[in-house]
């Protein structure tokens, strides 16, 4: 016997204690009323799964246009229910409009009772569909509230970030590509959420990918997926990053880490709107907004044949700029008080506060590493503080790596690579730490040090060196 709930709606009696006795075999719940007014009212008539419906309840009328009147009040209350209409009257045009309307099937009476019982049973598979097609949805959209649910936020009040969010609201109702400049940890990635937190794809989904962390020979894989047996470890078919996008956002971070062949493949992408697994020659349709980002200079990358431009000119069609925190000074003590607050609940350090000489020495430091750098010196700075007030000796800054006008590293990359050098230093020459300490990932931080020609064989004392 199915687990299934069945109504059955006719004016005439003998009809419905004919079905009462054929259903009651096969389904456990069977219900019957002989007046389509009580259909109304009808208790529970969500969790009911088929409802058997007449379609002429009046003496002399087969036009069946009460079948289809009550045939739409039970979509309207119940949208999910399988319907079968019934009548003496078989014409194909009312079968035709019945089915129009959204009816699982037609029967005829008198009927045949093997045929009805098979009609009844495709109908509840069609009402199980329906229920696991909406269940998936649920699942789907709570998935992807969860996939962008971001927990941080862009702080500040500076006129150099409002000019930034001012562009980004210009922007975002379009689907235009999007690259996102600017130093580490200037918030690059918040950005791109705030494009498509204000973008008409905001309800489907953000994946992001940090194209420092992926090796070449997976990148194909990891962005356009693979078929089962394409390679030794590909036991099932995979959706790749761009399938798993379609509808909402792709965000490449770091996308000047790629070569010159993986920009190719990216490219070819990016133009036809395709996919193609690996180990599949079957294209794969996708639509998706695309944001990159990157802090080195792309521009230069492809003066010096390092990138290519036709892809530079696919991915910049609104180009945002960041700005470092040293140009945002208003917003440095309003960073330093939300993350203070954010610790202060994280490590139960009640009652915390800086004092007015070390919001000084906060708003004298450069923040070469950025709001980063600001983050994990609020941190460390609670984790340690053993009184009420910190004070300036509480804030351990790296005066060394601060970026001035006559002195410091030139370049954003020499920058980039002191902090890689004082952080390993720090570390004692522990990779995984140093690259935890700079918010990286450790194939990032190789990444970087494989691709500088600053890169000294004789470790990081000889790379300050030939910095400083």
Not at 95 to 121: H, I, S
Not at 143 to 158: A, C, F
Not at 381 to 390: F, K, M, P, Q, W
Request: aromatic share 6%; charged share 25%.
């Amino acid at each position: 016997m199915v687990n299934a709930k069945i109504l059955v709606v006719d004016d005439n009696k003998s009809v419905l204690s004919a079905l009462e006795i054929l259903l009651q075999f096969e389904y456990k719940t069977v219900k019957t009323i002989s007046n389509p007014n009580q259909i109304s009212s009808f208790p529970d008539l969500l969790d009911f799964d088929i409802v058997l419906l007449d379609m002429n309840f009046s003496a002399g009328v087969n036009t069946g246009n009460e079948g289809l009147f009550w045939l739409r009040e039970i979509q309207k209350k119940a949208p999910q229910i399988s319907i079968i209409m019934m009548t003496a009257y078989g014409a194909v045009d009312l079968a035709v409009q019945a089915l129009k309307e959204g009816a699982a099937d037609f029967v005829l009476k008198p009927w045949n009772n093997d045929k009805l019982l098979a009609t009844v049973k495709s109908a509840y598979e069609l009402r199980k569909s329906r229920k696991e097609i909406s269940e998936l949805r649920r699942k789907e959209d709570n998935l992807k509230q969860h996939i962008n649910q971001n927990k941080n936020y862009i702080i500040g009040n500076s006129k150099a970030l409002n000019s930034v969010l001012n562009l980004v609201g210009k922007v975002s109702k379009t689907d235009v590509n999007v690259l996102v400049t600017g130093e580490n940890g200037t918030g690059k990635e918040l950005i791109a959420r705030e494009l498509h937190k204000q973008s008409n794809r905001k309800s489907e989904v953000f994946i992001s990918v940090d194209m420092g962390s992926i090796s070449e020979n997976l990148f194909e894989s990891e962005l356009f997926g693979h078929v089962k047996g394409s390679f030794t470890d590909a036991k099932d078919d995979r959706a790749g990053k761009f399938e798993a996008a379609n509808g909402g956002t792709l965000f490449l971070d770091e996308i000047g880490n790629l070569s010159l062949q993986t920009q190719a493949k990216l490219l070819s992408a990016i133009q036809n709107k395709t996919v193609v697994r690996v180990g599949s020659n079957k294209s794969v349709a996708v639509d998706i907004r695309l944001i990159c980002a990157t802090n080195v200079n792309l521009d230069k990358m492809v003066a010096d044949g390092l990138f290519r431009e036709d892809l530079l000119y696919r991915i910049n069609t609104i180009r945002v700029e960041v700005p470092p925190l040293r140009e945002r000074d208003e917003d440095i003590l309003l960073l330093a008080d939300f993350y203070l607050n954010k610790f202060i609940s994280k490590y139960g350090k009640q009652g915390l506060r800086i004092n007015q000489a070390a919001q000084e020495k906060l708003m004298g430091y450069s923040w070469p590493g950025n709001i980063r750098e600001l983050l994990h010196t609020m941190e460390r700075s609670v984790i340690l503080s053993e009184g009420n007030v910190l004070k300036p000796e509480d804030f351990l800054l790296n005066v060394k790596t601060s970026v001035s006008v006559d002195s410091g590293p030139e370049t954003l990359e020499e920058m980039e690579l002191l902090m890689i050098s004082n952080a390993l230093d720090q570390n004692d020459g522990n990779y995984s730490a140093a690259a935890e300490q700079l918010g990286i990932s450790r194939q990032t931080l190789y990444n970087k040090m494989k691709k500088s020609p600053l890169t000294p064989k004789g470790g990081t004392d000889v790379l300050k060196k030939k910095i400083e």
